[in-house]
C-alpha cells in the first residue's frame, strides 16, 4: 500500500463529543460506589477478603472426577462447623477449595474428604491466624496507598503540569476503584497476590495514560488524531495483555495465578475506559483551554 | 559490527543466564528422588539423611516422587536401596517413613508452593529484640541439627509494623514435623564422667565428704545394697547416677550435675564472654551463672576424681569430661579443669580453642546455645501454616509452562494482526522469550562474588561512557548497579514470582508495541528522525518503568515477604527490560526498518 494512500484513508477522528462520552465512566463509578457501601452495609466490610487478610484455613484439593460440593460442604459442615467448599475448574482437572476456620485441624478435614469417598490426588493446606491475618490487611491497604503516592509523585516528575498528571491519576484511581467494585461482581477475593496484581494494575494503567498523555502534548497534528494515533498503539497493548493473560486464566490451576490473572484481567478492560475516555477528555478538556489545538 | 553491541550484549546475557539455570551435575545420575524427612518411625531413621539421593528400590530403578509414592505404598519386609552411590538394606514393617522431593533439575531455588512442603510462622509472644529472635532462630536451629533436620531452614523476618516473625520451612510434607521440633522441650543436662577404680572388686563412690561402697560382680554392681546393671540409674545423696561400664578395674558412672534450670545466665558481656587470639589460634570462654544446687553437685562429684597432666596444653585436667545432652542426645563434652575439683563454683567459665576466629566464635555461640536450650527465651504461638504436596506444585509448574506458551502465540498473533509483518511480530516473542531467561537466571544466580563483578564492571562502563561524554541516562545507571544488588538477594521462584515474571513480559511486550509503532509513524517520518522517534518512545517507557517501580516497591515489604517474589521478579524483570533488551529491540526494528 503506498504511504499517501494510508494516510488518506485514515479515519478523521476528531473527538468532539468527550464531554458527553464523560457520562459513561461516572455511571460505572456510581455503580462501583453502590456496590462497595452494598458490601459494606451488609458485611460491615467493604469488599470481600480471602484468609490470608483476615484469617483461617484454606485446603486446596486436587481430585479426579467432579464432585458435588454442596452434599461434601454439608457433610464436613456437620463436623467442623461453619465452612464453604467451593469447586474449581480447570484443564489440568477437577478442583475443590474449602474454607474454614484457623481452628480447625486441616488432617482431620482431608480425612473426611476421603471417607467422603472423594480421590485426593494432592492438596494444598494454608492457615493464618486471625491476628496475623488482620496485620496483613493493615499492610495491603497501607501499601496500596504508599504505592499509589509513589505512582502520583512520579507521575508529576514526568509531566512537570498539573492539570496531565492529575487525569493520569485519577484514572489510575477509578481502575483500581472499579476492578475491587467487581470484583465483588464476580465473587473474588482478595488476597495478597491480588494486591500485587493490584499494584501491577497501576503500571500497567499508567503505562497507557503515559502514551496518551506524551503523544497528545508532544506529536504533531491535530489534537483528535494525535489521540487517534495513540488510541491504536495503547489498544494493541491492551488487547494483547489482556489476551496473554486470558491464555493464563484458561490454563493455570494455580488460585495465585487465577487471583493475579483476573484481578489484572479486570483492572486492564476497565482501563481501556479509563484511559481512552477518562483521561483523553480531560486531557482534551485541558489542551482546549491552552489552546493547544 | 558495533554497531549492533546492543543485540549482541543480549545474546551474551542470554547465554549467560541460560548458563545459570541449567548448568548442573549429577553425580547420582539424571534420575531419581531426594531425601527430604525421615520419620522417627523409619526404619532407615539414622542410616538415611535428608539430602541423599535414592536412584533404586529392591533392584528398580526410582524416577521420581509419583514413582516413589507408588512403589513404597504396600511395601513391606526386608528393602534395599541405593542412596548417594552406596548400598543400604532395612526390614519395613509398618512403612518406610521417608518424604522424598524431585532432583533439582536447575540452580532455580524453587518456591515451597512449587516444589512441596512445609511452612510455618511463628510469632513470639511478648517483648521481642532482634536479639532474642537471633537467640530462638538460633536455639530451633540446634534443635533441627540434633534431629537430623538438616534441611530445615530458618528465617527471622520483621515486618513494617517492627513485629518479629520467624518462618521454619521444610521440604518435608506434614506439620507435625515442624511441630514435633518446637514441642520438644529440650531438655538440657550436664553430666560428669566418674571413674571409680576397683580393688578386688571394691571400690569407693566419694561425693563431697561422703563415701559409698560399690562391690562389682563381673557385669553387675551393687552400691547401697541395691543391685545395679549396666546403663541403669540410681541415685545416691539426691544426684541422678548413671552406670555405664566397666573396663578392666575401673567403673564408668556419669552423673548429672546441671539440670535446664540450672543454667541461670550465660554472660554475653565482653569481660565475661570472648574471642582473644593466642600464639597459634583462638581462645574463647564465657562465664555462666549456675544455681547454688547446681554448683554443689558439681562439687560433690567432683571429688575424687584423678587429675592428669596435659603434654599439649600443659595444663591438669580431671580424667573425666563433662557430657551436654540435649533431649537424651549428646551433642558435646568439655573437659574440666584439675583447679575445679571439689569445688563449689557459681560462676564457672567454659572455654576453648580453635584454629581460627570464625570458627571459635562459631563453637562458643554453638555451646551457649545448646546451654540455654533449656528453654526458648519467649513462648512462640504459630501464626500461620501453608503444606503443599509435591505433586500438586510440580502440577502448578506445568500449567505455567502452557499458559505461557499460549500466551506467546496469543500476543505474536496480536502484534501480527495489528502491524501485518512478521519482521515487527516475530523479536516481540524472541524479546520476550529471552526477558523470561535472563530474570530467570538473576535469580539462578546467588554467588556474591560473580554480582560484585557484574557491579564493578558496571560502574567502571558508566564511569568510561561518562569520561567519553556519551550521555548515560539515568535508568542505564540505577539499572546497571540495581540489577547486580538485587541479584544478590536470595529470591525464589515461587508461584507469585511466576506472576511477576508474566507480569514483566506484559510490559515489556507494551513497550515494544510503543517502540515498533513510533518508528513504524508514516506521517511523522518527514519531520523526526528515526532517533528522535526511539527516543521518544524511550520517554514513554522509562516513565512506564518508574511508576511500576514505585508500585512494586511497598509491595516488597507485605506480608512477611508472601508475595516478596512477585515485587523483586517485576522489579528486575523491568530493569532488564530498560537496559538490555528494549534498546536491542529498538536496534532490531532499526536495521530492519531502513529509510
Given at each position: 500500500m503506498d504511504e499517501k494512500e494510508a494516510e488518506a484513508k485514515k479515519p478523521r477522528f476528531e473527538f468532539k463529543n468527550y464531554k458527553i462520552l464523560l457520562v459513561i465512566p461516572l455511571i460505572v463509578l456510581l455503580i462501583s460506589a453502590g456496590i462497595l457501601v452494598n458490601g459494606y452495609m451488609q458485611t460491615g466490610d467493604w469488599f470481600k477478603r480471602s484468609i490470608e487478610l483476615k484469617g483461617g484455613t484454606l485446603i486446596n484439593i486436587e481430585s479426579d472426577k467432579p464432585v458435588d460440593t454442596s452434599a461434601l460442604e454439608n457433610s464436613l459442615a456437620g463436623k467442623f462447623g461453619l465452612l464453604t467448599v467451593r469447586e474449581i475448574r480447570s484443564f489440568s482437572g477437577y478442583g475443590i477449595l474449602i474454607e474454614a476456620s484457623s481452628e480447625v485441624n486441616a488432617n482431620n478435614i482431608i480425612q473426611e474428604v476421603k471417607n467422603f469417598g472423594i480421590t485426593v490426588q494432592s492438596f494444598s493446606v494454608q492457615t493464618i491466624g486471625p491476628a496475623l491475618g488482620a496485620t496483613f490487611w493493615i499492610q495491603a491497604q497501607l501499601g496500596l496507598a504508599v504505592a499509589f503516592i509513589f505512582m502520583g509523585i512520579i507521575v508529576f516528575v514526568i509531566f512537570r503540569t498539573l492539570v496531565p498528571s492529575l487525569a493520569v491519576i485519577l484514572a489510575a484511581a477509578f481502575d483500581i476503584l472499579f476492578t475491587l467494585a467487581f470484583m465483588q461482581v464476580f465473587d473474588i477475593e482478595l488476597s495478597l497476590a491480588g494486591l500485587a496484581a493490584l499494584l501491577m494494575l497501576i503500571g500497567y494503567s499508567v503505562d497507557?495514560?503515559?502514551?496518551?498523555?506524551?503523544?497528545?502534548?508532544?506529536?504533531?497534528?491535530?489534537?483528535?488524531?494525535?489521540?487517534?494515533?495513540?488510541?491504536?498503539?495503547?489498544?494493541?497493548?491492551?488487547?494483547?495483555?489482556?489476551?496473554?493473560?486470558?491464555?493464563?486464566?484458561?490454563?493455570?490451576?494455580?488460585?495465585?495465578?487465577?487471583?493475579?490473572?483476573?484481578?489484572?484481567?479486570?483492572?486492564?478492560?476497565?482501563?481501556?475506559?479509563?484511559?481512552?475516555?477518562?483521561?483523553?477528555?480531560?486531557?482534551?478538556?485541558?489542551?482546549?483551554?491552552?489552546?493547544?489545538? | 559490527m558495533l554497531k549492533y553491541w546492543r543485540i549482541w550484549l543480549l545474546i551474551v546475557v542470554v547465554l549467560g543466564a541460560m548458563l545459570a539455570i541449567g548448568f548442573k551435575t549429577y553425580p547420582y545420575g539424571r534420575t531419581g528422588v531426594q531425601i527430604a524427612f525421615v520419620y522417627d518411625s523409619s526404619p532407615a531413621r539414622g542410616t538415611l539423611q535428608s539430602g541423599m539421593i535414592i536412584t533404586d528400590l529392591n533392584g528398580q530403578q526410582i524416577t521420581d516422587v509419583n514413582d516413589w509414592t507408588g512403589k513404597t505404598a504396600n511395601l513391606k519386609g526386608p528393602v534395599t536401596l541405593t542412596a548417594n552411590g552406596r548400598q543400604y538394606s532395612f526390614n519395613v514393617s509398618d512403612s518406610i517413613g521417608v518424604d522424598v522431593t524431585n532432583i533439582d533439575r536447575t540452580n532455580l531455588d524453587l518456591g515451597l508452593d512449587l516444589k512441596g512442603g512445609t511452612r510455618i510462622v511463628l510469632k513470639p509472644e511478648g517483648n521481642a529484640t532482634s536479639e532474642t529472635i537471633s537467640q530462638i532462630v538460633s536455639i530451633l536451629q540446634t534443635r533441627a541439627n540434633i534431629y537430623g533436620l538438616k534441611e530445615m531452614k530458618f528465617l527471622s523476618v520483621r515486618d513494617p509494623g517492627g513485629d518479629y516473625y520467624i518462618q521454619v520451612e521444610a521440604a518435608g510434607i506434614g506439620r507435625d514435623i515442624i511441630e514435633n521440633l518446637l514441642s520438644r522441650q529440650g531438655k538440657f543436662e550436664a553430666k560428669i564422667v566418674k571413674p571409680v577404680d576397683l580393688e578386688n572388686n571394691r571400690g569407693t563412690i566419694r561425693l563431697g565428704g561422703e563415701s559409698f561402697g560399690v562391690v562389682a560382680d563381673n557385669e553387675t554392681i551393687t552400691v547401697n545394697n541395691q543391685a545395679i546393671m549396666p546403663n541403669q540409674t540410681f541415685v545416691l545423696k539426691n544426684i541422678d547416677f548413671q552406670y555405664l561400664n566397666r573396663t578392666g578395674s575401673r567403673l564408668i558412672f556419669q552423673a548429672t550435675a546441671y539440670k535446664g534450670d540450672d543454667i541461670e545466665i550465660i554472660y554475653t558481656d565482653p569481660q565475661r564472654s570472648a574471642v582473644v587470639p593466642q600464639s597459634n589460634g583462638y581462645l574463647f570462654y564465657f562465664v555462666v551463672l549456675v544455681s547454688q544446687e547446681g554448683a554443689s553437685r558439681f562439687s560433690d562429684i567432683t571429688t575424687g576424681i584423678p587429675k592428669i597432666f596435659d603434654i599439649n596444653s600443659?595444663?591438669?585436667?580431671?580424667?573425666?569430661?563433662?557430657?551436654?545432652?540435649?533431649?537424651?542426645?549428646?551433642v558435646s563434652e568439655l573437659r574440666i579443669s584439675g583447679s575445679l575439683a571439689g569445688q563449689i563454683y557459681t560462676t564457672p567459665q567454659i572455654q576453648g580453642f580453635r584454629p581460627t576466629f570464625e570458627e571459635a566464635a562459631q563453637e562458643k555461640l554453638s555451646l551457649q546455645t545448646i546451654l540455654r536450650s533449656g528453654a526458648l527465651p519467649l513462648t512462640l504461638q504459630t501464626a500461620s501454616i501453608d503444606i503443599i504436596s509435591p505433586t500438586l506444585g510440580s502440577g502448578f509448574i506445568t500449567t505455567a509452562v502452557y499458559s505461557a506458551v499460549l500466551a506467546m502465540i496469543v500476543i505474536s498473533a496480536m502484534v501480527f494482526i495489528r502491524y501485518?509483518?512478521?519482521?515487527?511480530?516475530l523479536p516481540i516473542i524472541f524479546i520476550s522469550i529471552s526477558e523470561i531467561i535472563i530474570i530467570l537466571g538473576i535469580a539462578a544466580t546467588n554467588d556474591s562474588l560473580?554480582?560484585?563483578?557484574?557491579?564493578?564492571?558496571?560502574?567502571?562502563?558508566?564511569?568510561?561512557?561518562?569520561?567519553?561524554?556519551k550521555d548515560v541516562d539515568i535508568y542505564v545507571w540505577t539499572g546497571a548497579i540495581l540489577i547486580p544488588l538485587l541479584g544478590i538477594m536470595s529470591w525464589t521462584i515461587d508461584l507469585p514470582a511466576i506472576g511477576g515474571v508474566i507480569a514483566a513480559i506484559g510490559t515489556g511486550v507494551n513497550d515494544q508495541i510503543i517502540i515498533a509503532d513510533e518508528a513504524l509513524q508514516i506521517r511523522e517520518r518527514k519531520i523526526y528522525t528515526m532517533k528522535e522517534k526511539i527516543k521518544r518512545a524511550f520517554f514513554i517507557i522509562f516513565g512506564a518503568a518508574?511508576?511500576?517501580?514505585?508500585?512494586?516497591?511497598?509491595?516488597?515489604?507485605?506480608?512477611?515477604?508472601?508475595?516478596?517474589?512477585?515485587?523483586?521478579?517485576?522489579?528486575?524483570?523491568v530493569l532488564v527490560g530498560v537496559l538490555i533488551t528494549r534498546p536491542a529491540y529498538a536496534k532490531i526494528i532499526e536495521a530492519t526498518t531502513k529509510e
Open positions: 497507557t495514560d503515559i502514551l496518551l498523555t506524551t503523544r497528545s502534548l508532544k506529536g504533531t497534528g491535530m489534537v483528535g488524531q494525535r489521540i487517534y494515533g495513540a488510541m491504536k498503539t495503547g489498544l494493541t497493548m491492551t488487547f494483547t495483555a489482556i489476551g496473554a493473560l486470558a491464555a493464563m486464566l484458561i490454563f493455570t490451576a494455580s488460585p495465585v495465578l487465577t487471583q493475579i490473572a483476573s484481578v489484572l484481567l479486570i483492572g486492564l478492560v476497565f482501563d481501556i475506559m479509563n484511559t481512552w475516555i477518562t483521561n483523553a477528555a480531560l486531557l482534551k478538556w485541558y489542551m482546549e483551554r491552552k489552546g493547544i489545538v | 600443659g595444663e591438669e585436667y580431671l580424667d573425666s569430661a563433662i557430657r551436654l545432652f540435649i533431649d537424651d542426645q549428646l501485518r509483518k512478521i519482521r515487527v511480530a560473580i554480582w560484585a563483578s557484574v557491579l564493578v564492571i558496571n560502574i567502571f562502563l558508566i564511569a568510561l561512557a561518562w569520561w567519553k561524554q518508574s511508576t511500576v517501580i514505585a508500585a512494586m516497591v511497598p509491595l516488597m515489604f507485605l506480608g512477611i515477604g508472601l508475595v516478596r517474589g512477585f515485587a523483586i521478579t517485576t522489579i528486575v524483570g
